[in-house]
């Protein structure tokens, strides 16, 4: 170790420390084996079956409270240590090596049956329904990540957050293996649910610490008379929660999120996402009374937003068109796209804009939209004209073929048509 | 008081050129950055109040900017979409090159002071990038595992890098240092920690909260200043590792900008989402009365901006004092900071 710190030291110096260990036996033991087919390294079906014998040595146990002991014993009585040997030389003796006879006993199979993260995934999943059956209610849609994460970050949501501790928890880092997007949904469930107690407990600690902060306290009298605290505690962490949500999760989602009524829907929850990170905001605010605070656009467009009488149309934000614009179609589908689950069933408040029906709702507002203040970002929306010229295209080409076949094989095309010997 | 009205855009950071004492450059997003397309400002300090040279569009919101300290035309955007773009004001209307490797939006940009050649970012995904503007792909990725608001090259050593993050923790990097499984991570200070010095009137500090700020003092080099969401601002020296020197209350809400003065050693600006941009001393210059190391106090504050104030920066030129400040009011405000001093 030393040497390695100071004196003259080279590159392959470091190197070859690093790789001239041989840790594989460690490693085989703590690292969780997976599948074969997740690792680039061959399973060796032998790792693990030592596993419980280590323990029980380490543990200090006998080893005649091994099961497999009992049954070895009578298998391989050849091992027999002869009694005068000290007890470490006979432990170390009855120590199973060789694979072949105790392989029924372990659980090897179990091992390799199906992935491992799919049972761990299900057990988490059971657990977490009945402490955090919350977590699923937010925001679906990239757009409502996208916009509640702004909101909370580089805005004003988080910054005005009392001094909870809201530690990163979750990161998204590069490309993950497919299988891992099945244990999502699990996942941060059980980091809420972490989330959530820390975030008390640090209330906890607030609560009695903060007396300098006038603003806290007022914070902490909004909660108390919110209630029990639990919804209100329940929106910050939704809140907060969200960042952690994945970028691929995201990108699947908004191919998904293709078909017309989830596209509605996604629209629905954006909407709920903004309303209440915006009365999240106006009720941390609400005791400051001076002119500027009263006067500020930014939190009169947060009321608006919280109203319902802003939103956000692509890129856009836009006034909610009043009753007359909107027809009954869009008012029918508006409302039976929408998600139970959300938090705010307020449908009736929030007529589709322009009543228009299907993925074109954002289309047809940009074409509502005077030229000049399109935006040109077209490709973050799912367009539903998108491919068609390519289709035409090839339409027109295979029709040409057809013509030109037509001709070389006989001219008189009508004849052909008309004909009835013609097989078409 | 000089004034320019961003129409439009929301402001999200402004900083003087380091080549022209007339030249600023404002970062700004529609929508007060929530959605909707981004526009870099370069403007003009003339005799006729200020002018806008140029601006550039971007599709996304852009959250703060950073000159070029090896080229007077050039200067760096971090976007909203994750990406970093290098504008040339002598160029067309597009970026000159563009980095696209943030999961996130990307937060800050800092130009290394002292060896001209790299330039850093950090972001919300949670790591801070080291880049060459000649090369396409980011040199060094520091992974900090909390959504990183500020980092900064040391400006008195070109391998130093700091940055703050959600999680309350002023890191500091060094480049020289074997790449192990540290990632070159030397400190991580709690910036909650208990300060040497409390202010009366503040016997315990709170929790941890998110940290938005941090600056490095420009002549003591081993200062530095963090702020964040309590609002309140705390000076650290890299000799005590163990928690803030000082701590300075006064913001009434977030403390979302942090900036030392280039010319006093001893004086900060500060931006708040109160509303307000003030002037502090920590307390530590010998000749006005302090004693090298005690109490903070505000000297003065500015109280025009009428919306949440998001960027301070100091006038490297000329009499000492001069400054300019955006805030979501689409202002940019250039003042001196000694007009709004109150008396001792």
Same mark, same amino acid.
């Given at each position: 170790?030393?040497?390695?710190?100071?004196?003259?030291?080279?590159?392959?110096?470091?190197?070859?420390?690093?790789?001239?260990?041989?840790?594989?036996?460690?490693?085989?033991?703590?690292?969780?084996?997976?599948?074969?087919?997740?690792?680039?390294?061959?399973?060796?079906?032998?790792?693990?079956?030592?596993?419980?014998?280590?323990?029980?040595?380490?543990?200090?146990?006998?080893?005649?409270?091994?099961?497999?002991?009992?049954?070895?014993?009578?298998?391989?009585?050849?091992?027999?240590?002869?009694?005068?040997?000290?007890?470490?030389a006979?432990?170390?003796?009855?120590m199973?090596?060789?694979?072949?006879?105790?392989?029924?006993?372990?659980?090897?199979?179990?091992?390799?049956?199906?992935?491992?993260?799919?049972?761990?995934?299900?057990?988490?999943?059971?657990?977490?329904?009945?402490?955090?059956p919350?977590?699923?209610?937010?925001?679906?849609?990239?757009?409502?990540?996208?916009?509640?994460?702004?909101?909370?970050?580089?805005?004003?949501?988080?910054?005005?957050?009392?001094?909870?501790?809201?530690?990163?928890?979750?990161?998204?880092?590069?490309k993950?293996?497919?299988?891992?997007?099945?244990?999502?949904?699990?996942?941060?469930?059980?980091?809420?649910?972490?989330?959530?107690?820390?975030?008390?407990?640090?209330?906890?600690?607030?609560?009695g610490? !903060?007396? #300098?902060?006038? *603003?806290?306290?007022?914070?902490?009298?909004?909660?108390?008379?919110?209630? +029990? $605290?639990?919804?209100? %505690?329940?929106?910050?962490?939704?809140?907060l929660?969200?960042?952690?949500?994945?970028?691929?999760?995201?990108?699947?989602?908004?191919?998904?999120?293709g078909?017309?009524?989830?596209?509605?829907?996604?629209?629905?929850?954006?909407d709920?996402?903004l309303?209440?990170?915006?009365?999240?905001?106006?009720?941390?605010?609400?005791h400051?009374?001076?002119?500027?605070?009263?006067?500020?656009?930014?939190?009169?467009?947060?009321?608006?937003?919280?109203?319902?009488?802003?939103?956000?149309?692509?890129?856009?934000m836009?006034?909610?068109?009043?009753?007359?614009?909107?027809?009954?179609?869009g008012?029918?589908?508006?409302?039976?796209?929408? !998600?139970? #689950?959300?938090? *705010?069933?307020?449908?009736?408040?929030r007529?589709?804009?322009?009543?228009? +029906? $299907?993925?074109?709702? %954002?289309?047809?507002?940009?074409?509502?939209?005077?030229?000049?203040?399109?935006?040109?970002?077209?490709g973050?929306?799912?367009?539903?004209?998108?491919?068609?010229e390519v289709?035409?295209?090839?339409?027109?080409?295979?029709?040409?073929?057809?013509?030109?076949?037509?001709?070389?094989?006989?001219?008189?095309?009508?004849?052909?048509?008309?004909?009835?010997?013609?097989?078409? | 008081?000089?004034?320019?009205?961003?129409a439009?855009?929301?402001?999200?950071?402004?900083?003087?050129?380091?080549?022209?004492?007339?030249?600023?450059?404002?970062?700004?997003?529609?929508?007060?950055?929530?959605?909707?397309?981004?526009?870099?400002?370069?403007?003009?300090?003339?005799?006729?109040?200020?002018?806008?040279?140029?601006?550039f569009?971007?599709?996304?919101?852009?959250?703060?900017?950073?000159?070029?300290?090896?080229?007077?035309?050039?200067?760096?955007?971090?976007?909203?979409?994750?990406?970093?773009?290098?504008?040339?004001?002598?160029?067309?209307?597009?970026?000159v090159?563009?980095w696209?490797?943030?999961?996130?939006?990307?937060?800050?940009?800092h130009?290394?002071?002292?060896?001209k050649?790299?330039?850093?970012?950090?972001?919300?995904?949670?790591?801070?990038?080291?880049?060459?503007?000649?090369?396409?792909?980011?040199?060094?990725?520091?992974?900090?595992?909390?959504?990183?608001?500020?980092?900064?090259?040391?400006?008195?050593?070109?391998?130093?890098?700091?940055?703050?993050?959600?999680?309350s923790?002023l890191?500091?990097?060094?480049?020289?240092?074997?790449?192990?499984?540290?990632n070159?991570?030397?400190?991580?200070?709690p910036?909650?920690a208990?300060?040497?010095?409390?202010?009366?009137?503040?016997?315990?500090?709170?929790?941890?909260?998110?940290?938005?700020?941090?600056?490095?003092?420009?002549?003591?080099?081993s200062?530095?200043?963090?702020?964040?969401?309590?609002?309140?601002?705390?000076?650290?020296?890299?000799?005590?590792?163990?928690g803030?020197?000082?701590?300075?209350?006064?913001?009434?809400?977030?403390?979302?900008?942090?900036?030392?003065?280039?010319?006093?050693?001893?004086?900060?600006?500060s931006?708040?989402?109160?509303?307000?941009?003030?002037?502090?001393?920590?307390?530590?210059?010998?000749?006005?009365?302090?004693?090298g190391?005690?109490?903070?106090?505000?000297?003065?504050?500015?109280?025009?901006?009428?919306e949440?104030?998001?960027?301070?920066?100091?006038?490297?030129?000329?009499?000492e004092g001069?400054?300019?400040?955006?805030?979501?009011d689409?202002?940019?405000?250039v003042?001196?900071?000694?007009?709004?001093m109150?008396?001792p």
């Open positions: 170790m030393s040497d390695a710190l100071c004196g003259p030291s080279n590159a392959l110096q470091q190197f070859k420390q690093q790789t001239s260990h041989d840790r594989t036996l460690q490693q085989d033991r703590l690292a969780t084996r997976n599948a074969p087919s997740q690792g680039f390294r061959s399973a060796d079906p032998r790792a693990g079956l030592l596993d419980p014998e280590f323990e029980a040595f380490q543990a200090g146990l006998p080893p005649s409270e091994l099961p497999q002991y009992q049954q070895f014993q009578h298998q391989q009585p050849v091992f027999a240590a002869p009694s005068q040997q000290p007890a470490w006979s432990d170390f003796q009855r199973q090596i060789s694979p072949q006879p105790l392989a029924q006993h372990h659980n090897v199979q179990q091992m390799h049956a199906g992935p491992a993260t799919a049972d761990w995934a299900q057990g988490f999943r059971e657990q977490m329904a009945h402490s955090a919350r977590a699923q209610q937010s925001a679906s849609s990239p757009q409502a990540f996208q916009q509640r994460a702004r909101f909370g970050m580089p805005g004003f949501q988080s910054h005005f957050a009392q001094p909870g501790y809201a530690p990163e928890v979750q990161q998204s880092k590069g993950e293996p497919a299988v891992e997007a099945f244990d999502e949904a699990a996942f941060e469930r059980a980091f809420d649910q972490a989330r959530e107690d820390l975030m008390e407990e640090a209330d906890q600690v607030a609560k610490v !903060s007396t #300098m902060d006038q *603003f806290d306290v007022q914070m902490h009298s909004n909660h108390d008379m919110q209630d +029990p $605290g639990l919804p209100r %505690q329940t929106a910050i962490n939704e809140i929660q969200e960042p952690a949500m994945d970028m691929e999760q995201e990108v699947n989602q908004d191919v998904l999120h078909e017309t009524e989830q596209h509605q829907e996604t629209q629905n929850n954006d709920d996402a309303a209440a990170t915006a009365q999240e905001l106006l009720n941390k605010i609400e400051n009374q001076t002119d500027k605070f009263k006067n500020s656009q930014f939190l009169g467009l947060m009321r608006k937003l919280r109203d319902r009488e802003m939103k956000v149309e692509g890129d856009k836009v006034e909610t068109a009043t009753a007359g614009s909107s027809s009954n179609t008012q029918a589908l508006n409302s039976i796209s929408h !998600s139970p #689950m959300s938090r *705010f069933n307020n449908s009736e408040q007529p589709s804009p322009l009543g228009v +029906p $299907g993925v074109g709702t %954002q289309q047809a507002m940009r074409e509502g939209i005077p030229a000049h203040e399109q935006d040109l970002d077209t973050r929306h799912i367009d539903g004209r998108d491919g068609q289709v035409d295209l090839l339409n027109e080409r295979e029709r040409v073929l057809y013509a030109d076949e037509l001709h070389t094989e006989d001219s008189d095309s009508e004849f052909m048509t008309t004909s009835p010997y013609y097989q078409r | 008081m000089l004034e320019f009205r961003t439009g855009f929301n402001p999200y950071s402004v900083k003087y050129s380091p080549f022209f004492d007339s030249r600023l450059a404002v970062a700004s997003g529609a929508n007060f950055g929530l959605v909707g397309n981004g526009r870099l400002f370069i403007l003009n300090l003339t005799a006729n109040g200020i002018a806008c040279e140029k601006f569009e971007t599709q996304d919101c852009l959250f703060d900017l950073a000159w070029s300290e090896a080229h007077e035309n050039q200067l760096l955007t971090a976007g909203g979409d994750g990406s970093l773009k290098l504008f040339d004001i002598g160029v067309g209307e597009f970026p090159a563009g696209q490797e943030h999961q996130r939006e990307v937060f800050s940009v130009w290394n002071l002292v060896n050649g790299t330039f850093l970012s950090s972001s919300w995904d949670g790591t801070v990038k080291i880049w060459s503007p000649e090369k396409k792909e980011s040199l060094l990725t520091l992974p900090v595992h909390s959504c990183v608001y500020s980092a900064q090259f040391s400006p008195h050593h070109p391998d130093i890098v700091t940055c703050v993050s959600r999680d923790h890191r500091v990097f060094d480049l020289r240092s074997k790449p192990s499984a540290q070159h991570l030397t400190l991580a200070i910036i909650h208990q300060p040497k010095v409390a202010p009366p009137g503040m016997n315990r500090m709170n929790g941890p909260t998110e940290c938005l700020t941090h600056d490095w003092n420009k002549y003591r080099d200062v530095l200043a963090t702020a964040g969401v309590d609002g309140v601002i705390r000076t650290f020296d890299l000799r005590v590792p163990s803030p020197v000082n701590a300075m209350p006064g913001h009434e809400y977030a403390v979302r900008k942090l900036s030392w003065s280039p010319h006093l050693s001893d004086v900060l600006l931006a708040s989402y109160d509303m307000t941009c003030r002037v502090w001393t920590d307390g530590s210059n010998v000749d006005k009365g302090g004693e190391i005690g109490f903070g106090r505000e000297l003065g504050r500015m109280d025009r901006h009428t949440f104030a998001m960027g301070v920066d100091w006038c490297l030129f000329g009499a001069w400054c300019a400040t955006c805030a979501w689409e202002r940019v405000l003042w001196d900071v000694r007009e709004h109150r008396g």
